[in-house]
């Protein structure tokens, strides 16, 4: 099982967060880099190994990063139910 983690304190930018995701989670090219892209690609049961994905330092997230990591955190929440292979922690 692969592990992913979301460290909000080091990933201070959108774009950086995203190129980590990318990175990470080996996303196809045509990944559009916005949350509704990566809830489709991880939602789909093509994304079929499983992925533990944690977030931690929320509390030390940048204010300007704030709603992203809302954002992200609700998807990644209720991914599981569409996709069983994806957990999701929050520390």
């Known amino acids: 099982m692969k592990e992913v983690l979301i460290n909000?304190?080091?990933?201070?930018?959108?774009?950086?967060?995203?190129?980590?995701?990318?990175?990470?989670?080996?996303?196809?090219d045509y990944y559009g880099r916005n949350i509704d892209a990566l809830h489709d690609i991880l939602a789909s049961h093509n994304h079929t190994d499983p992925v533990t994905i944690r977030m931690i330092n929320r509390e030390k997230e940048s204010t300007r990063m704030v709603h992203m990591y809302d954002a992200l955190s609700e998807m990644l929440r209720n991914l599981h139910e569409e996709n069983p292979n994806i957990t999701y922690i929050e520390e």
């Open 8 to 28: 909000c304190e080091k990933l201070r930018s959108r774009k950086v967060l995203h190129d980590h995701l990318e990175a990470e989670l080996s996303l196809p």
